[in-house]
């Protein structure tokens, strides 16, 4: 699972469940309005950050995914497997 917190309580705010097995990534968009994950189950997720929505799950990995980021411009995302 992937937990929000509140930075400023410390209260979790939410938490974001999809993917199967562990998840080994993640990152923030640079406008703060999205989440990008990748786990063992090879997969890439999307998330919206203000409600915890799933936006997109990518595929193509054959192996589980080790990392991720945005690019500066928050327009495209890379994701790296072993």
């Not at 097995?21 to 786990?39: A, F, K, M, Q, Y």
């Amino acid at each position: 699972t992937i937990r929000i917190w509140n930075a400023a309580t410390g209260a979790a705010v939410f938490t974001l469940r999809g993917h199967v097995g562990e998840i080994e990534t993640v990152s923030l968009s640079p406008d703060g309005n999205r989440i990008v994950s990748g786990g063992d189950d090879c997969l890439v997720k999307i998330w919206n950050a203000a409600t915890g929505a799933e936006v997109f799950t990518l595929t193509g990995h054959e192996d589980m995914v080790s990392s991720v980021a945005f690019s500066s411009d928050g327009t495209r995302i890379v994701s790296g497997s072993n």
